[in-house]
T-cell receptor, first 113, second 111 residues
Framework: SQTIHQWPATLVQPVGSPLSLECTVEGTSNPNLYWYRQAAGRGLQLLFYSVGIGQISSEVPQNLSASRPQDRQFILSSKKLLLSDSGFYLC????????????FGPGTRLTVL | GIQVEQSPPDLILQEGANSTLRCNFSDSVNNLQWFHQNPWGQLINLFYIPSGTKQNGRLSATTVATERYSLLYISSSQTTDSGVYFCAVEGRGTSGSRLTFGEGTQLTVNP
């Protein structure tokens, strides 16, 4: 069966520091991968998605970037964090082919002070 | 892009009551999912239901794609049903199969 991992689970970082959040998926090949952010309140916003290694699409211009160095690894980064980067970051995957259902990881709660 | 509206935004129930949550969307969809976000933030998949009706225990869902809405039914609610319920859709022609989320319904079930 497929599983998705995210780490760290929680993170407290000072303003101006770098960021690296990691997401890995097991049990599937060539998945679509997604980064979402949930800020204060309830809505989830798509940040990046990837349909293959090295292929990244950005949905919202911002202080963050994403990379996919391996088939089942998706990394969210920042060179200098802002206060507004605080939030709950969720990684998701969807299988290749006609299966459209997305599955989410446990999330990383980021606080920028 | 596609718009998703959920109602009601907040719902308070007594244990044992039934409820209906609604999701309206503005365009044709390839995918519609219902999620429950638990107190730890994990999004739990409830239904993948771009059309038709499905049931899973006390929960069921119906999507009427031609009329652009979906309903989530919770029967005999329990305190563990508390949390936020999200509807998310993928519009037809959306590249990358990305989901657009509604703002959610905050459900509180009191004992």
């Amino acid at each position: 069966s497929q599983t998705i991992h995210q780490w760290p689970a929680t993170l407290v970082q000072p303003v101006g520091s770098p960021l690296s959040l990691e997401c890995t998926v097991e049990g599937t090949s060539n998945p679509n991968l997604y980064w979402y952010r949930q800020a204060a309140g309830r809505g989830l916003q798509l940040l990046f998605y990837s349909v293959g290694i090295g292929q990244i699409s950005s949905e919202v211009p911002q202080n963050l970037s994403a990379s996919r160095p391996q088939d089942r690894q998706f990394i969210l980064s920042s060179k200098k964090l802002l206060l507004s980067d605080s939030g709950f970051y969720l990684c998701a995957w969807r299988g290749a082919g006609g299966i459209l259902e997305q599955f989410f990881g446990p999330g990383t709660r980021l606080t920028v002070l | 892009g596609i718009q998703v509206e959920q109602s009601p935004p907040d719902l308070i129930l007594q244990e044992g009551a039934n409820s209906t949550l609604r999701c309206n969307f503005s365009d044709s969809v390839n995918n519609l999912q219902w999620f429950h976000q638990n107190p730890w933030g994990q999004l739990i998949n409830l239904f993948y239901i771009p059309s038709g009706t499905k049931q899973n225990g006390r929960l069921s869902a119906t999507t009427v794609a031609t009329e652009r809405y979906s309903l989530l039914y919770i029967s005999s609610s329990q305190t563990t049903d508390s949390g936020v319920y999200f509807c998310a859709v993928e519009g037809r022609g959306t590249s990358g199969s990305r989901l657009t989320f509604g703002e959610g319904t905050q459900l509180t079930v009191n004992p």
